[in-house]
């Protein structure tokens, strides 16, 4: 009868060789046991008449008759040990596998497994084998013979795998802010299962964390896009622990993919143009969008008609503005449609707006002679594109596109006139206006005005004064004053010291290339010293008729006090006499 006793694993503990360790039952077949030591399944059998060869049936079928030994049989005592190089073996790999015991009388210890094999080396109660071309896991099976006893060992070899193929399926191309997002990693291949784990990161953040199940093994997670998604990284990324085997940490990860989110807005373009534009005329387009994230993914268009606008897009938070100038050509002469398309995830937005593009041309405002000599003909014309109605000083056109004109004789009161020519064109409903004017110019003689230059002037010396004195003409004249005889010259329109010197007749002169015109001015002088001679002259002459009066009063006084009137009161029929006074007796005559 077989009997199998369950053994355990085998480590190297220094020089001291391979230490038996406690193994778990052997229905269970783990990779490797908690505290990371090589597994080995050691089994004495007691097999009376058993051939050698038996060891070739299969190794389920032999571990099914020797779980059926009874414990306790002979050669118990002395198992049959399995080294192995490494219990995790790469697939397609090779490793080394030692069959040993320590019964003094060994003999026919070899190795039984379906992979290639080939000796390395044996000697007394050992032999080694090189294992080739490991695919999948296996279990290798060492027996032998102790003192007639068949000891069979074995041990169970895990072979790993790393993923063929990590891949993150395809994000959506843009993804609505507020909606739900899935992310599906797919897994091709690695092995063992049981220590692969998948992980799905936004950037270095960590999402999600699932063992890696079924073939090819796909794991998602659900989340709510944001606006601090939009251009995230997401990956995928595996982890192959094989550091209970003695191994590390193998990690794979997929090629990133990046995530586009978007929100759109409530309202559409505001498109700003100028309802009617001049053919010639550089005119700005202004299109603006608020509300739409992101803004500076947002892909612009202008255009006038069937021609596209260059324009410049600038982006501000959640606001996006398209500028554009043009020039408005003749061909585009008429109604137009301006138009601003805004798109952003595959969703467009659109303003329209029209706009009428008109040709005014004029009013064009000529004279015949701009400068005219006095007394010529000249003749005024004031015309204008098609369509257009002008109107010259108040004289209209006979009708639109036609030209006004009238003539006129130069003159000195029509130099520096200036005529108006108004022009009128409908558009879209609009009147439009436009003027223009022109001055003309008439050449003409100089002329002093006299009433602004005064003929005669009387001032004093040593005070001063300004010689007020104008010309006109066209071109403008010269004006010059001098004096009769000394060629004295005097300032006009100056202030100036007038003198003694200036007393006289001068001669003021206007010249210029139509001629010239003369002009007498008298200018006269007075002396101040004169008048203090007429003062003292004055009173020289009153204090002399106060004398003489003096002197007459004198003279009559005296001659009253020597004569003597007496009145005759008894008759009144005799006129006065004079008598001499009697002479006193006794005083001296007088």
């Given amino acids: 009868?077989?009997?199998?006793?369950?053994?355990?694993?085998w480590s190297r503990d220094g020089?001291?060789?391979?230490?038996?360790?406690?193994?778990?039952?052997?229905?269970?077949?783990?990779?490797?046991?908690?505290?990371?030591?090589?597994?080995t399944r050691l089994a004495t059998m007691v097999l009376p008449g058993l051939l050698p060869g038996a060891c070739g049936t299969p190794l389920i079928s032999l571990l099914l008759v020797c779980c059926l030994l009874p414990p306790g049989a002979p050669g118990q005592q002395f198992p049959l040990k399995v080294e192995v190089q490494s219990p995790v073996v790469p697939a397609g790999g090779s490793f080394l596998v030692n069959?040993?015991?320590?019964?003094?009388?060994?003999?026919?210890?070899?190795?039984?497994?379906?992979?290639?094999?080939?000796?390395?080396?044996?000697?007394l109660g050992w032999a080694a084998f090189q294992l080739f071309n490991v695919t999948g896991d296996t279990q290798v099976l060492c027996s032998g013979f102790c003192n007639g006893v068949q000891m069979i060992g074995f041990s169970i070899i895990t072979v790993y795998r790393f993923p063929e193929r990590v891949e993150l399926l395809p994000l959506p191309r843009w993804q609505p802010v507020g909606e739900n997002l899935t992310l599906r990693c797919q897994v091709a291949g690695g092995a063992p299962r049981r220590n692969l784990t998948v992980v799905l990161l936004?950037?270095?953040?960590?999402?999600?964390?699932?063992?890696?199940?079924?073939?090819?093994?796909?794991?998602?997670?659900t989340m709510l896009a944001s606006r601090d998604h939009h251009l995230a990284n997401f990956s995928c990324h595996t982890e192959l622990d094989l550091r209970p085997g003695g191994l590390g940490l193998f990690q794979n990860s997929s090629a990133p993919r990046q995530l586009q989110t978007f929100a759109l807005p409530a309202t559409t373009p505001h498109l700003t143009v100028p309802r009617f534009l001049e053919v010639g005329t550089t005119w700005s387009v202004n299109c603006t969008l608020d509300g739409l994230f992101p803004a500076s993914e947002v892909q612009v268009h202008l255009a006038l008609g069937n021609q596209m606008l260059n324009s410049t897009v600038e982006s501000h938070e959640n606001t996006i503005t398209?500028?554009?100038?043009?020039?408005?050509?003749?061909?585009?002469?008429?109604?137009?449609?301006?138009?601003?398309?805004?798109?952003?995830a595959n969703v467009s937005w659109e303003a329209r707006e029209n706009i009428t593009i008109y040709s005014f041309q004029g009013p064009i405002l000529n004279l015949s002679?701009?400068?005219?000599?006095?007394?010529?003909?000249?003749?005024?014309?004031?015309?204008?594109?098609?369509?257009?109605?002008?109107?010259?000083?108040g004289i209209p056109a006979p009708a639109p596109g036609q030209p006004v004109q009238f003539q006129l004789n130069a003159t000195e009161t029509e130099d520096r006139r200036i005529f108006f020519c108004s022009a009128t064109l409908r558009v879209d409903g609009e009147i439009l206006h436009r003027n223009s004017s022109v001055q003309l110019r008439v050449l003409y003689g100089p002329k002093i005005d006299q009433a602004k230059c005064p003929q005669r002037l009387?001032?004093?010396?040593r005070t001063t004064h300004v010689l007020q004195c104008q010309a006109r003409g066209n071109p403008d004249p010269t004006l010059h004053c001098f004096q009769e005889g000394s060629r004295l010259e005097v300032p006009i329109g100056i202030p100036f010291l007038v003198r003694l010197n200036?007393?006289?007749?001068?001669?003021?002169?206007?010249?210029?290339?139509?001629?010239?015109?003369?002009?007498?001015?008298?200018?006269?002088?007075?002396?101040?010293?004169?008048?203090?001679?007429?003062?003292?002259?004055?009173?020289?002459?009153?204090?002399?008729?106060?004398?003489?009066?003096?002197?007459?009063?004198?003279?009559?006084g005296v001659h009253r006090h020597g004569s003597i009137y007496h009145v005759n009161q008894g008759s009144t029929s005799f006129p006065l006499t004079s008598r001499q006074p009697q002479e006193s007796v006794g005083e001296d005559p007088s």
């Fill in 1 to 9: 009868m077989f009997q199998l006793r369950e053994q355990g694993a």
């Fill in 15 to 39: 020089d001291s060789g391979w230490m038996l360790a406690a193994l778990e039952d052997l229905n269970k077949v783990p990779l490797w046991s908690s505290d990371q030591r090589h597994e």
């Fill in 99 to 123: 069959c040993s015991t320590d019964c003094p009388n060994p003999n026919l210890i070899t190795l039984e497994t379906s992979l290639s094999k080939e000796p390395v080396g044996n000697g």
């Fill in 202 to 221: 936004r950037g270095e953040e960590e999402l999600s964390r699932q063992p890696a199940v079924g073939e090819p093994a796909e794991v998602t997670v």
């Fill in 322 to 344: 398209a500028t554009a100038t043009a020039t408005a050509s003749m061909e585009q002469e008429g109604a137009q449609e301006t138009v601003c398309n805004m798109t952003l």
């Fill in 369 to 393: 002679e701009p400068s005219a000599p006095e007394g010529t003909a000249v003749t005024v014309t004031c015309l204008a594109g098609p369509r257009v109605q002008v109107t010259l000083d």
């Fill in 458 to 461: 009387t001032w004093k010396d």
């Fill in 502 to 556: 200036h007393n006289g007749t001068y001669s003021c002169k206007a010249a210029s290339s139509r001629g010239t015109h003369t002009i007498t001015v008298v200018m006269n002088v007075l002396d101040q010293n004169a008048r203090a001679v007429s003062i003292v002259l004055g009173v020289s002459a009153v204090l002399g008729v106060v004398t003489i009066c003096a002197a007459l009063l004198y003279v009559f």
